[in-house]
């Protein structure tokens, strides 16, 4: 009997892309196994999902934060509720594994396992933990981590540090190795929303990347900013690839000498497994865990951190310095690709199967049929 995996979780592009990364790894070593995503209304996972090939269900669900008393019993209600949909749902398609990808969205899927005694796992991307992770790591059997510092937050024993999955990522040092001289390429990305900071900071200074010869900028500039944005580099008669997301980022990493983005978990993993050099903007988040991101790979050397307020002309004279020094983006872009783990996901899967019986058990009139797979 075909395994039933569930990978739940989501909201944005950096929680679903390397869950879908993640399902790759599973349908290439165990090709029966049967995988559903379980996720929320107005995620990215809404639209990545399905665009796979994947069956994705939601349940509802929201993050427990604010000051108001009111607010917060509201997305507890919200999340018991979502825990109760999740509890039929894993019944329903007869769930053997319950893996966490991130987010709140992740919560009601995880829990619900837990009480129904299905083995749970969860992948945990950041140096410093959130709080739907810190949550359920006291519940999940193992914890698969992507920096050594992320395990101080679970149960002794409970971490593994076994890499963050990532998209099929070329390495960029073909591009440098072959002496590409169709100019110096900058690649501006804010996640997949976009980073309004690192939107104004970049336009603010276009006059000054005016004067670097040959460069050529592609800027992801998420939704809300892009007709702002575009009519910046008008104004300023910047040439520019500018759009609100690119699906084939993967290959724009792969031929960037140079990026600036944020300090996802994600993001971070993808610039390593390219091995890039980069200028990172972490979002000031109250959990400080993009900075956290950000640091550790600045002190082993391959990046630079700047703040999230440093004024436009600041960010664009960091950017200016490194695109007129290769060796200095060598050095980077060497010390990140060291870092990369590209079988993490492979790795992954062997410590969440080792998690579930030689013969899955179903659950009472469960049943595999139509939890989809890639197409």
Same mark, same amino acid.
């Given at each position: 009997?075909?395994?039933?995996? #569930? ?16 399902? *790759? ?8 196994? @049967?995988? +559903? $995503? =379980? !996720?929320?209304?107005?995620? @990215?996972?809404?639209?990545? =999902?399905? %665009?796979?090939?994947? &069956? ?26 979502? /825990?109760? =949909? ?17 987010? $709140? ?8 396992? /837990? ?15 959130? +709080? ?7 519940? %999940? ?5 992507? $920096?050594?510092?992320?395990? %101080? ?6 971490? *593994? +540090?076994?890499?963050?999955? #990532? ?9 440098? *190795? ?24 970049? &336009? ?25 944005? +575009? ?43 390219? !091995? #890039? ?8 988040? %109250?959990?400080?865990? @993009? ?14 951190? =700047? ?30 690709? &060291? ?16 998690? /579930? ?9 469960? &049943? ?8």
């Amino acid at each position: 009997m075909a395994l039933v995996v #569930v990978l739940a979780g989501g909201g944005s592009a950096g929680h679903v892309v390397p869950a879908l990364a993640l399902a *790759e790894a599973i349908q290439k070593a165990d090709p029966e196994t @049967q995988i +559903r $995503f =379980v !996720g929320t209304q107005d995620g @990215q996972e809404e639209r990545l =999902v399905p %665009a796979a090939g994947y &069956t994705l269900d939601v349940v509802p669900s929201r993050p427990v934060l604010g000051r108001s008393p009111l607010a917060m019993l509201q997305a507890l209600l919200t999340v018991a509720r979502g /825990v109760g =949909v999740a509890h039929r749902l894993l019944g329903e398609i007869g769930a053997d594994l319950v893996i966490g990808v991130g987010g $709140f969205a992740s919560v009601p899927a995880v829990m619900a396992a /837990v009480l129904r005694r299905i083995p749970t796992a969860l992948i945990e991307a950041n140096a410093k933990p959130g +709080r739907a992770n810190r949550l359920l790591g006291r519940f %999940a059997r193992v914890v698969c981590v992507q $920096f050594e510092d992320a395990r %101080a937050y679970f149960p002794a024993g409970r971490a *593994e +540090r076994l890499g963050f999955p #990532v998209r099929d990522i070329p390495r960029s040092n073909g591009r440098r *190795e072959a002496g590409a001289n169709d100019g110096l390429r900058l690649l501006i990305m804010g996640g997949s929303q976009g980073a309004r900071a690192i939107n104004r900071a970049v &336009t603010g200074g276009l006059a000054r990347l005016r004067t670097v010869s040959g460069l050529r900028i592609t800027h992801q500039t998420g939704v809300l900013d892009l007709d702002e944005v +575009r009519a910046a580099y008008d104004d300023a008669g910047v040439e520019a690839e500018i759009g609100a997301f690119y699906d084939d980022m993967p290959s724009r990493l792969a031929t960037a000498d140079l990026v600036i983005g944020r300090a996802g978990a994600s993001t971070i993993a993808e610039l390593c497994t390219t !091995g #890039v050099a980069s200028v990172l903007v972490p979002l000031p988040l %109250a959990d400080g865990h @993009q900075l956290a991101n950000a640091l550790e790979l600045m002190r082993a050397g391959g990046c630079v951190v =700047v703040s999230n307020d440093l004024a436009a002309s600041k960010l664009v004279e960091e950017v200016v310095a490194l695109l007129a020094d290769p060796k200095a983006r060598q050095r980077m872009a060497d010390v990140a690709g &060291t870092r990369a783990q590209p079988d993490a996901a492979a790795r992954i899967w062997r410590a969440c199967r080792a998690l /579930v019986p030689a013969a899955p058990r179903k659950a009472a009139g469960g &049943t595999a049929a139509g939890s989809g797979g890639a197409s």
